[in-house]
C-alpha cells in the first residue's frame, strides 16, 4: 500500500520548506516529510538568524551564487510571508594590518560575488557608529546588504504557505531508505508506511549524507557536525547602539564569533565552531561557553556575564564536496544536483552556512534542475504567495493591542511575562496551519519562555493550555515530541495522602 | 471600577496584601490589589508545607493558611481586587497600564503605588549549567506548582541541585509523593538554606545531601536521563576523579531568587546591583517619589513574616505619600554594609520617621561564622549605635536588627551607620 506523489521531500527545515513553497506553485502532488515532531527542528533552530550579504563565499562557489541571489529575495520573502527580516547591515572589525589586508580580501570577494554597496571605513567612523567596539578595531568592512531575521519564524512561513499551497506535510515520519525500480528513484519507505514519488528531494540537512548513500550516490561523502555554541544577553541589560551583527575578522575555522543583535531584542554572541561525533550532540559545554565569551569580549569589551539568560547550541551540516568547477580549490562546498547515477532524485547537501540565506536561491535552482530534466512545471492558477503573520502583541502600540483584547479576550491574558506572550498568541499557534502541538513549537514560535525566568513561569501554563486544546491528558504533553514529556503522573488521590513507611525506604 | 486610587499594590503575595492591609488601615481610601493570577496569596497558595507565621502569630501555619488570614482581612477593609491581570508597565508619575480578559486595557492612576512581585528563581541558564537540553529540568518552584497546585509528579527519580529552602521544601514533598530523590547537589561549603529546613526535609527523610558538589553536565536528549556530578573546590573548579553518572528523569534547581524588578525599571526606580532589588528608605520608599516596594521585590527574605512586616511598613509609608502626609524628603542617614555584611535593608533612615515605630534591619551574611556572634550597627566614627548577639551568622539565614527609640538620638546624629557581623 503506498500513495503517490509527484515529489516528495525529505526533511523540514529551511531549505525543505523553501523548495515546498517554491514548488506548490506548480501542479504538483508534493509530500514533505519531516521525522521530528515539528517544522525547524535542526540546524534552522540554532544559528545566528544572519542573512548574509555575501562577501565570504569563494567566487565560483555553489556557496557564494546561492547566498549572492539568497539574500536578494529576502526582502520580497519576509513581504510575502510575513518573517522579520531588517536589512542592517554588519561589519568585519579590524584590530591589525593582517585583518585590513583580510578586508581587502573579503572586498574584492564581495564584489565578484556581486555584493553592493560594501566599504572600507576606518577605525574612527567605525566608533562614531559603534562606540562599544574594542577600542584598539583600526577598520571595519561595512556591508549595507547584511542583515538579520529570525530563522524559527521564517521556517514556519514558509512551511505554512507550502501547505497553504497544497503540500503534504507529515512530521513525525522518518525515512529509512528509498523505493527504487533499477536506477531509478520510485519513492521513499519510512516508519509510516512506503510512499511513491516520481522525484525524492534530500533535504535531510545533517542527515543528507545518509540518505544519499542510501540513493547510491556519492559514497565518499560525510557530515561532520560542526558545533556552535552561543550565549542570549538579557535584552534590559545590554544593547548594541544600533541593530547589527559585528563579525571579527574571519579566519580559517569560519566567520569567528560574532556580537549580534536580534531581531527579538536580545544580543546573541557566538558561535564557536567545533566538529563532533554525534548529529544530536547539542550540549553545550563549559570550555565552549569560555571560548565564546572570550570571543565576544574581545569584540565587545562591555558585555558582561551577569547579562547572560541562555545558552544554546547549534549544528552545522559541514560536508566535504568540492566545488563543481574544478579550478576552485574549496572542498565544503555545497551539493545541489540531479547526480547522474539515479534518476528520480534531486541531492541537497552540505548546506551549512549561508545556507539559511541561501535557501530560497537553492530553490530556484532545484526548479531549474527538474526542468532541465524535462519534468515540465505547470504553474498553478490559484497560488497564493501570500501568507499572513499572526499578531504578535508585544509588537503592537497600546491601541492596537488594545482593540486586539476587544476582540479576542484571550490577548487579554499574559502566560509569559517576561517576553509578554499572550494566551491569544498560543491559541492561534496551536490552531494554526500547522499547528504547534510542543512546547518548544510554541516556544519557537512565540518566542515565549526565552526570556529571564527561561520558562519557569509560563511552563506550567502552557501544560494546561496544550492538554485543554489538544484534548490530551497533561502527561502527554511534551516539550518536543515522542518521549520528552513534562509530567508522568497524577499525585496520589486526597484519600491516599498519608506516609506510607514503604515510599520512604 | 475606577481609574484612579490612593494606593495601587501591584502583586498579592504576602506584602502586597500586608501593605493593602496597612494602607487602609492607615487611611488610604481607594486601595487596589493588582494580580497576575486567579487567586490571591502569591507564592504561598503553592507552599503547602508549614513553618509560616512563627515570628508574627507564634504560630506554626501551611502557606495558604497564612495567606488565608491577610486574604480575609483585605476583604473586610473593602481593599479592591483586580485578578488574572498583568500590569505591562509602571510609569514615574504612577499611571499603571494593564491588561486581563474581561476588561481589557486598563489605565489606572494611583497617588502612591506598592511594588510586591515578589522574585523569580535562578535558571539553570543564568548558574550556566553544561549539557543537553531535554525535558525534565525545572526550577524548584515550578516543579512545586505542578504538584502542588495542578496535581501532577513531573518526574520519578529526582536530582536536586542547591540547598535553597524550596529546593529542600520540594524533596520532602516528592518523596511523600512516592517519588524518589537521588541526592541534594550544593556547591558552595555551607548549606544555602534554612537549617531546619535541612533537618526537617532531608535528615528526617534520610536524603543524601552533598556539599561543594554540584552538576558537571545534563545527560538526555528528549527527557533527562542522568546528571554527572562532581566534586568541586572553593573556587568550585572540578575535582580529578571525582564525577560520578547519577541515573534520574528530573533535575531540580533551587540555585536562588532574584528580585522581579522589570517593572520597576519601567517606573525608573534605582536598583541596588547587590541585592537586584530597589533602593529603600525606611518606609521603603524607592527612589522614585510615591513608589514604595516591599518584600522579595526588594530583596530575598528567608522568612515570610518579615515579608509581612515590611509590606505593613511600605503600606503605612504609601498611605501617608497619597495623603501628602509624608514629611518632605530631609536628611538622610545612609546604611552600609561592613565586615561580613553582604547588604543591608533599608539603604538609609531618614531620620524624621525615627519616632514611634521600631526600623528593623535585614542582613545576609557573607560567610558563615559558626560560633557567637555580634551584629553592631555603628556610626561613622565606630561609635555602637545598634547591637545584638545571635549564636551563629550563616548566608542562608537573614540577620535583623531592630533599632530601638533609645538609639534614636544617636541614630539621627550619624553621618552614616554601618553595620557589621563579627564572631564574639
Known amino acids: ?505 | 471600577m475606577k481609574d484612579k486610587y490612593d494606593v495601587i499594590i501591584i502583586g498579592s503575595g504576602p506584602g502586597g496584601l500586608a501593605a493593602a492591609i496597612a494602607a487602609k488601615e492607615k487611611g488610604a481610601k481607594d486601595v487596589l490589589i493588582i494580580e497576575r493570577d486567579i487567586e490571591l496569596g502569591g507564592i504561598l497558595v503553592q507552599c503547602i508545607h508549614n513553618g509560616f507565621g512563627l515570628e508574627l502569630f507564634d504560630e506554626d501555619m501551611p502557606g495558604p493558611t497564612y495567606a488565608q488570614h491577610f486574604i480575609e482581612k483585605v476583604r473586610g477593609l473593602g481593599v479592591e481586587t483586580l485578578m488574572d491581570t498583568m500590569v505591562l508597565e509602571i510609569t514615574p508619575k504612577g499611571t499603571i497600564y494593564a491588561i486581563n480578559k474581561d476588561s481589557g486595557y486598563l489605565a489606572l492612576s494611583a497617588r502612591a503605588v506598592v511594588l510586591a512581585m515578589g522574585c523569580r528563581e535562578r535558571t539553570r541558564a543564568q548558574i550556566m549549567l553544561p549539557g543537553s537540553r531535554p525535558a525534565g529540568v525545572y526550577t524548584a518552584g515550578t516543579a512545586q506548582r505542578f504538584v502542588n497546585v495542578q496535581g501532577h509528579m513531573p518526574g520519578e527519580r529526582f536530582v536536586i541541585l542547591g540547598s535553597g529552602d524550596i529546593g529542600m521544601i520540594m524533596a520532602r514533598r516528592l518523596t511523600i509523593e512516592g517519588a524518589r530523590v537521588e541526592r541534594v547537589l550544593e556547591i558552595m561549603p555551607y548549606l544555602t538554606g534554612l537549617t531546619r529546613n535541612y533537618v526537617q526535609c532531608l535528615l528526617d527523610y534520610g536524603l543524601v545531601l552533598q556539599k561543594q558538589r554540584t552538576v558537571n553536565r545534563i545527560i538526555g536528549t528528549d527527557r533527562v536521563e542522568a546528571i554527572e556530578a562532581v566534586s568541586v573546590d572553593e573556587t568550585w573548579s572540578p575535582i580529578p576523579g571525582s564525577r560520578e553518572i547519577i541515573p534520574c528523569d528530573t533535575l531540580l534547581l533551587s540555585v536562588g531568587l532574584i528580585p522581579e524588578n522589570e517593572l520597576s525599571r519601567s517606573a525608573g526606580v534605582l536598583l541596588d546591583p547587590v541585592t537586584n532589588g530597589p533602593f529603600v528608605d525606611d518606609r521603603f520608599m524607592t527612589s522614585v517619589p510615591g513608589i514604595f516596594a516591599a518584600g522579595n521585590v526588594v530583596h530575598v527574605y528567608d522568612l515570610v513574616d518579615w515579608v509581612t512586616e515590611a509590606g505593613y511598613v511600605a503600606g503605612r509609608g504609601a498611605a501617608a505619600f497619597a495623603q501628602k502626609a509624608q514629611v518632605a524628603e530631609a536628611r538622610h542617614v545612609p546604611l552600609k554594609a561592613g565586615e561580613n555584611i553582604r547588604y543591608v535593608v533599608p539603604h538609609k533612615l531618614n531620620p524624621e520617621n525615627l519616632q514611634e515605630d521600631l526600623i528593623r534591619l535585614q542582613m545576609r551574611a557573607i560567610q558563615p561564622i559558626e560560633a557567637r556572634v555580634l551584629v553592631t550597627v555603628e556610626d561613622q566614627d565606630g561609635n555602637v549605635v545598634a547591637k545584638k548577639g545571635e549564636p551563629y551568622a550563616r548566608p542562608g539565614e537573614i540577620l535583623t536588627l531592630a533599632i530601638k527609640p533609645r538609639a534614636y538620638d544617636a541614630a539621627r546624629k550619624a553621618s552614616m551607620l554601618t553595620v557589621h557581623v563579627r564572631k564574639r
Open chain 1, 1 to 505: 500500500m503506498s500513495e503517490n506523489y509527484d515529489v516528495i521531500i525529505i526533511g523540514a527545515g529551511i531549505v525543505g520548506g523553501m523548495v515546498a513553497r517554491f514548488l506548490s506553485k506548480y501542479e504538483l502532488d508534493i509530500l514533505w516529510i519531516e521525522k521530528t515532531s515539528d517544522v525547524g527542528m535542526g540546524t534552522s533552530s540554532a544559528n545566528t538568524a544572519a542573512i548574509h550579504a555575501g562577501y565570504n563565499a569563494l567566487p565560483g562557489t555553489n556557496k557564494a551564487r546561492t547566498n549572492a541571489l539568497g539574500v536578494t529575495m529576502w526582502p520580497k520573502l519576509s513581504q510575502e510571508l510575513g518573517i522579520p527580516y531588517d536589512r542592517c547591515g554588519d561589519y568585519v572589525v579590524a584590530v591589525s594590518d593582517a585583518d585590513m589586508n583580510m578586508l581587502e580580501i573579503l572586498l574584492e570577494r564581495g564584489r565578484r560575488n556581486g555584493v553592493p554597496g560594501m566599504e572600507i571605513i576606518t577605525g574612527e567612523a567605525l566608533h562614531r557608529r559603534e562606540p562599544l567596539v574594542r577600542a584598539d578595531a583600526i577598520g571595519a568592512l561595512w556591508v549595507p546588504t547584511g542583515g538579520l531575521s529570525d530563522p524559527f519564524a521564517a521556517t514556519v512561513a514558509v512551511a505554512e504557505n507550502a501547505v497553504m499551497n497544497g503540500v503534504t506535510l507529515k512530521l513525525n515520519t522518518a525515512f529509512e531508505d528509498f523505493l527504487r525500480d533499477g536506477a531509478r528513484i520510485t519513492g521513499v519507505r519510512t516508519n509510516q508506511g512506503d510512499f511513491r514519488g516520481k522525484w525524492v528531494i534530500n533535504a535531510a540537512g545533517l542527515y543528507a549524507d545518509d540518505v544519499m548513500h542510501k540513493a547510491g550516490v556519492r559514497p565518499e561523502f560525510t557530515i561532520r557536525p560542526r558545533r556552535g555554541e552561543y550565549v542570549i544577553l538579557d535584552k534590559a541589560d545590554f544593547q548594541l547602539t544600533n541593530r547589527t551583527i559585528l563579525f571579527p575578522t574571519p579566519s580559517e575555522k569560519g566567520k569567528g564569533i560574532v556580537v549580534s543583535s536580534s531581531l527579538h531584542g536580545n544580543v546573541i554572541v557566538g558561535p564557536n565552531a567545533n566538529f563532533v561525533e554525534s548529529k544530536e550532540n547539542k550540549d553545550v559545554t563549559k570550555a565552549g561557553i569560555e571560548e565564546i565569551w572570550s570571543g565576544g569580549k574581545k569584540l565587545v569589551p562591555a558585555i558582561n556575564r551577569r547579562h547572560i539568560i541562555a545558552e544554546f547550541a547549534g549544528l552545522r551540516a559541514t560536508g566535504n564536496a568540492p566545488t563543481p568547477n574544478p579550478d576552485i580549490a574549496y572542498d565544503q562546498d555545497f551539493v545541489i544536483e540531479i547526480p547522474e547515477a539515479v534518476q528520480g532524485f534531486v541531492n541537497l547537501g552540505g548546506i551549512e552556512s549561508p545556507g539559511f540565506t541561501a535557501s530560497p536561491a537553492i530553490a530556484l535552482w532545484v526548479i531549474d534542475l527538474l526542468q532541465e530534466a524535462g519534468e515540465e512545471l505547470v504553474e498553478k492558477p490559484d497560488w497564493n504567495p501570500i501568507r499572513m503573520p499572526r499578531p504578535v502583541f508585544r509588537h503592537l502600540s497600546r491601541d492596537e493591542q488594545a482593540a486586539l483584547i476587544q476582540k479576542d479576550p484571550a490577548y487579554g491574558r499574559i502566560v509569559c511575562r517576561c517576553e509578554t506572550v499572550t494566551e491569544g498568541e498560543i491559541l492561534a499557534e496551536i490552531h494554526a496551519p500547522i499547528p504547534a502541538t510542543t512546547y518548544d513549537a510554541i516556544k519557537r514560535r512565540t518566542w515565549l519562555g526565552t526570556g529571564r525566568c527561561q520558562g519557569g513561569f509560563d511552563m506550567p501554563r502552557v501544560v494546561e493550555i496544550l492538554s485543554q486544546e489538544l484534548n490530551l491528558p497533561p502527561e502527554a504533553i511534551t516539550k518536543k515530541g515522542a518521549g520528552s514529556p513534562f509530567l508522568y503522573r497524577r499525585t496520589k488521590d486526597v484519600q491516599d495522602d498519608h506516609l506510607r513507611m514503604e515510599d520512604l525506604i
